[in-house]
């Protein structure tokens, strides 16, 4: 369990790295409204700034949940006992 907590954190600092780095390089390209334009390459930015920002939640679900049923698993052990 605690494997799988850490290597969610991991996933998530990567995250937060790619974050900063993305948005350097979004400032460096002129800040493009990808959001709103329209075209070939700012469909497929879209569909990468949804993944993007999904997978931060779906990391902080995994770190939420991993916690809590190892919270739960060593208060069921102490129950036990």
């Known amino acids: 369990m605690r494997s799988a907590i850490g290597l969610s954190i991991v996933g998530m600092l990567c ?3 790619m974050f900063l ?5 979004w400032h460096s390209a002129g800040s493009p ?5 329209s ?3 700012y ?3 879209r569909a ?5 920002y ?6 902080l679900m995994m770190i939420v949940v991993t916690s809590w049923s190892a919270l739960k698993a060593v208060r069921s052990d102490k129950g036990a006992n």
């Open 48 to 52: 990468f700034g949804y993944a993007f």
């Open 43 to 45: 469909t497929d930015l």
């Open 15 to 17: 995250w937060v790295v």
């Open 39 to 41: 075209g070939p390459p």
């Open 33 to 37: 409204d990808f959001w709103r334009l």
């Open 21 to 25: 780095a993305g948005t350097d390089v």
């Open 54 to 59: 999904l997978q931060c939640f779906i990391l």
